[in-house]
């Protein structure tokens, strides 16, 4: 017999989606060119903003969070400028690649994963590139649960050598504070799948004046990701150039909704205590996580497997008798490394289960748990 | 008072999209890394071959058709490939311009909009071109209302030129007759809110063996559309590299089994009645279509406007009174014509309340029509 039963996703995206979200799809087709259109993503573009805390453009893209962080290069970056990034995972290793192929001079500030460059390695990096062009991040480092908290601190450098500030946040805005305009961000790109709990496919990216100026003189040779065009369909008509996914900005709207009415703060509070107690259960259980303590993620926990201990039996075990997703390892992490999404819709009940069936699954794999696990993850979540 | 009531879509894209498919996206959330992921979306490439008649690779993209039709150049076309491609209205130009992005040297073969080079001015390009290296084609012309009709014929200069053969089937594919193999194509674009009554966000593209060979040893320098990603994870895993639309596959998915129910065979006589029909009985009224008679569209309908119509106010009528949405005209047509789609769902119904609410506006606006138009449609109609 197949089981229809929901999964409690507890993966670093896609995540649970609010039941409300889901059922907003539910609705007939418009016209992507007439006011029902136009009504639907002012309203969806203004909220964004409110997210990202900026007063200026925010784009809806119909891809997933990877293309929308190719537009953040490919209209930026021009062949021979000079930019540093931060490199210490997946993600920011493949931003880097992209940033090559646009004909980056890249300065890559190479770290051991599960570690971040620090803020002073980074401003000695501007100190020896006066010339430097943009300074890209990877906000939240989604395949080892890494996240850079110096955000707000990196506008003086920016301002000193007059370069832009790009902030590649898909994994993370929504569940962690963030301000564009006070921060100086010039392009900030996130993905409606994770923190913000729609279901994938719409990624918001949101653009300075001064960048938006240097998109619309610098236009790259692409339809798709041209954000000109964007720009110019937007100012003209408040529409997008090319057939959005209608039913996904229903819902990304919705799911906008609803973080409105927690309000953010409260809603990046509630992030902070559910991961404080995932890890602090998850490490009285025995498992320790992959990050260094002060580069810890809010949002996604790794946490390294136990010796022998197999992915594929572990993961297949909580899926398929407890329902939980939790993800794999990604690259070479494959197989070394568990990791739990701590995003959206995650609350009290989210992390007790998930604690709970992970300790049944290794119990079952003959693994000997500390029953303390659920009391000290229990006792975190009394400050929600 | 807002009114919720649904429209009837006669949009070129979207069209309507049965409550069955709209339903369908009302699931559970899942793991884009897994055995149900799996399931949906093998299930979901399997039916989109018998779309194509292909027994060939076919990706489905989360992006709008011209996402897919510019993973169709990039991942094709290398500097100083010589390509011949006829341009005949937007989309075809468009693309041209995406071929010369790429490099290419472009050789079209341009006609009046509203008409399509022949076939006979196809052959000399290849004669004149033994050096060519792709033959691009957009199959409906979306914004006039034309569609080649020898796409069949096209094998045997492509042959031998050993040139590859591209078909840009984005606003027809599901609404007339394709057999990709049999015709010899090497890569279809295709896009779900089209002819296949899906909602946007997901565009199919087929590609042949022979194409696909030439992309894996080509890849483009970008991410999303990388074609040699996507092959490379569905021959690994059968997944797609990057966070698919997963609600709109679901979606996608239905839409093809409602086709595949029909039978493809039975929707494309629907489609080509229904457009006669609609020719007739617009015509019939006093609107001519802006199409040659040997070009004209069997899903797209193009019709000018009578002298001093408004465009604004008599498509604004039709919404607003009648709630039957049809499309203004594009680029320079703007104001010139309006586009009835006639895909997808189109069945009786349609046709007759589109032409029903046609007259009304017409009259409300001061013009006569002659009342046969009706009838003259419904003797059409007899033919379903």
Redesign the interface.
Same mark, same amino acid.
């Given at each position: 017999m197949e089981i229809y039963l929901? *999964?409690l996703?507890m993966?670093p995206? #896609? @995540?649970?989606?609010p039941e409300r979200v @889901? &059922?907003s +799809?539910? @609705?007939?087709?418009?016209?992507?060119? =007439?006011k029902d259109f136009v009504k639907l993503y002012v309203d969806t573009i203004e909220k964004s903003q409110k997210i990202f805390d900026t007063t200026s453009d925010v784009v809806a893209l119909? %891809? =997933? /969070?990877? /293309?929308a962080v190719?537009a953040s290069v490919v209209n930026m970056v021009k062949k021979g400028d000079k930019v540093i990034i931060p490199v210490n995972g997946e993600f920011s290793s &493949?931003l880097s690649t +992209?940033l090559e192929?646009a004909g980056a001079n890249v300065i890559r500030l190479t770290t051991p994963f599960g570690q971040n460059a620090t803020f002073d390695q980074v401003k000695e990096a501007f100190d020896n590139n006066k010339d430097v062009k943009a300074f890209y991040v990877v906000w939240n480092e989604t395949s080892t649960g890494t996240m850079v908290k110096y955000l707000d601190k990196i506008k003086d450098l920016t301002a000193r050598n007059d370069s832009f500030y790009v902030v590649d946040g898909v994994s993370i805005l929504g569940g962690e504070e963030f301000h564009m305009d006070k921060w100086g961000v010039d392009v900030c790109v996130t /993905?409606a799948?994770k923190a913000l709990a729609a !279901? !994938? /496919?719409i990624s918001p990216i949101a653009v300075s004046q001064k960048a938006k100026k240097h998109m619309i003189a610098n236009p790259p #040779?692409?339809? *798709?990701?041209n954000m000109a065009r964007y720009f110019k369909y937007y100012d003209d008509t408040k529409e997008t150039p090319? @057939? !959005?996914?209608? #039913?996904?900005l229903y %819902?990304y709207r919705e799911a906008l909704d609803i973080i409105l009415e927690e309000g953010i703060e409260n809603r990046i509070r509630r992030h902070r205590v559910c991961s404080d107690a995932l890890y602090s259960g998850l490490s009285t259980m025995g498992l320790s996580p992959f990050a260094k303590e002060d580069a810890r993620s809010t949002v996604v926990i790794a946490l390294n497997y136990l010796q022998g201990l197999d992915d594929k039996t572990f993961r297949g075990t909580l899926?398929e008798k407890f329902r939980v997703?939790v %993800?794999?390892g990604f690259g070479e992490l494959k197989g070394k490394v568990f990791r739990v999404g701590c995003m959206g819709e995650v609350h009290k009940y989210h992390v007790m289960r998930t604690i709970s069936a992970i300790a049944s699954t290794l119990d079952m794999m003959g693994y000997k748990t500390n029953p303390d696990a659920i009391k000290v993850a229990e006792d975190k979540l009394r400050a929600l």
């Open positions: 929901e *999964y996703v993966l995206g #896609p @995540t649970n989606v @889901t &059922r +799809m539910f @609705t007939h087709m418009i016209n992507h060119r =007439s119909s %891809a =997933s /969070g990877t /293309g190719e &493949r +992209m192929w /993905g799948q !279901p !994938p /496919g #040779p692409t339809f *798709y990701f090319f @057939t !959005p996914a209608i #039913p996904l %819902a899926s997703l %993800a794999g």
